[in-house]
């Protein structure tokens, strides 16, 4: 079984910075494409940033304020986040494509959300 594990949510202060991380583990052979995306109260989820090989892709909104990375040697993905807004307020999910097997379909995989607190 394959878990996300997210962290680095929090409260933080309109132009402050947070770190946010997702962990993937368990029977992973591969993963393909690993992502985040957000959701406000009333909002429809969003992607926010992926990142395919070494290929990156970026929600219009972020405009050169965060950036994602990853570790493929720890099956970790990174968004940092900068100058933050009060509507980047939102609960963070990771996601990943990924492939239990060599010849595994590829499936997704959502992690449990991490809230992030933009204050004015």
């Known amino acids: 079984q394959v878990q996300l594990v997210e962290s680095g949510g929090g409260l933080v202060q309109a132009g402050g910075s947070l770190r946010l991380s997702c962990a993937a583990s368990g029977r992973i052979f591969s993963i393909n494409n690993m992502a985040w995306y957000r959701q406000a109260p009333g909002n429809q989820r969003e992607l926010v940033a992926q990142i395919i090989g070494g290929s990156t892709n970026y929600g219009g909104f972020v405009k050169g304020r965060f950036t994602i990375s990853r570790d493929n040697a720890k099956n970790t993905a990174y968004l940092q986040m900068n100058s933050l807004k009060p509507e980047d307020t939102a609960v963070y999910y990771c996601?990943?494509?990924?492939?239990?097997?060599?010849?595994?379909?590829?499936?997704?995989?959502w992690g449990q959300g991490t809230q992030v607190t933009v204050s004015s």
């Open positions: 996601a990943i494509d990924y492939q239990a097997g060599r010849y595994s379909s590829i499936s997704r995989l």
